[in-house]
């Protein structure tokens, strides 16, 4: 491909790769990583093509398998016995191949570009034949057609300006895209950024949610203990108010016990006393009877002296009651 039609493709593409032809093969070169570099203004990775041998297709699924700087490629089984067509002659390949004819009626300027690149190699390889021919002491050919060729060659080196401007504009294009798509890609690393902090944030939150909602089951335990406890201790306060009263109950129904007992001994005692006389002997009764009925006839038969003897009859009785304390009349 002539130089002039390289350099017209070069500043009016962006992103193009390179064909050679060398030894019967054709070679696929595309732009240089320095240029990519350039323009991208970052690094590019650069990967170690390790064939490991494998032809299990399964573990290659979901893309490349970088580890490292080492790029695993996954190497598919040949069969020499498959009869497959190669790409070329397929038949989606005929259909895409177009013919001459048919590609200069499709793209007319890119055909008359080719020309005028073709014209303007050709008057090169002219002119630099006659600079060797002058430089060899051959004299100039003036003449029209050089004339002709001359300003031909002035208009080409304008248009080659002009190219070589809108190449320079094109690039600082594409260095203010690059410069943007940088922007951009800071920017979404910041927005990411922002987006692990607010997640952090939310697990934070949620952590701290928890934990309140396990020191709020803590204290709800707590309380129910102290409200357990403080139950138990009113239900034992209880029991020992209903066990104190139990012992006034029987403390009073004891000393209700003592009382009516109190009170039913002294007829108990007359019945004793009366079961005691009628036990004795008939001779100690009539002497009593008839101790008493002296003394009768004594108070009834006057006097001073009957008075004092009766007087002092009583202080004998007394005495003599005195003495008879727990004994039968009589004794």
Known sequence: MPYARVNTFWGQTRNFTNYR??????????IPVDQVQRFAGRRVPQYQVADLGGTDFKRFRGGAHIQGNRLAIFRPQVQKAARVAPPIQRPAARRAVVSAAQFKAAHPQRVALAQRQQTLARQERQQIRQQRAETRGGAPALNTRNTRNKALQ???????????????RQTRVDQKQARVDNQRVRVNQAQQRQAQSFRQQQKVQQRQARIDQRQARVDRQRVQIDRAQQRQAQAARQQQKAAAQQQRQARAER??????????????RAQQRQGRQQQRPPERAQQRQAMQQQRAAQRQGGGGGGRGQGGHGPAQGGNGGHHGHNRPPGQ
Do not use: D, I, T
């Open 154 to 168: 002035q208009r080409q080196a304008q248009n080659l300006r002009q190219q070589e401007k809108l190449q320079q």
């Open 255 to 268: 000393q209700q016990f003592q009382a009516a007992r109190q009170q039913q001994r002294p007829p108990e």
């Open 21 to 30: 032809f060398s030894g019967g093969r054709v070679f696929n070169q595309g």
